[in-house]
């Protein structure tokens, strides 16, 4: 049952993805984010990218603790055990994004191309 439930959780995440991509996709036919300031086309499939990056690696981090038993001390791990491929870096500054462990919880963070910054955490 534990498999399913993740196998269920990425799709959920993947249809989620699309959705949000194609919503950011019609801002940018107006040349507006999703907060309604101007931004340019690019730096919304850029802010798109850093919110699809992070549902890819949430999926990859939670297959990761199903089969490990604990999530991993860095995202390199995911990919060098075969969880994700890639690199996980922010587009705007090809900075690694920040992963941070703590217990049995994570959080990832970032800036979006506003500056606002932007996390998800489980």
Request: net charge negative; no cysteine; glycine share 6%.
């Amino acid at each position: 049952m534990g498999l399913l439930s993740i196998i269920i959780g990425g799709l959920i995440i993947a249809f989620s993805s699309f959705y949000l991509i194609n919503n950011l996709a019609l801002d940018n036919m107006n040349n507006r984010n999703p907060s309604g300031t101007n931004q340019a086309p690019v730096d919304n499939a850029k802010d798109a990218q850093i919110i699809a990056d992070f549902q890819a690696i949430q999926t990859s981090l939670n297959l990761y603790k199903a089969q490990k038993g604990q999530y991993p001390d860095n995202l390199k791990q995911l990919i060098d055990e075969n969880f994700a491929q890639g690199s996980f870096k922010n587009p705007y500054t090809q900075e690694d994004y920040s992963y941070e462990l703590s217990s049995n919880s994570y959080k990832l963070s970032t800036n979006l191309g506003t500056g606002k910054p932007y996390q998800v955490s489980n």
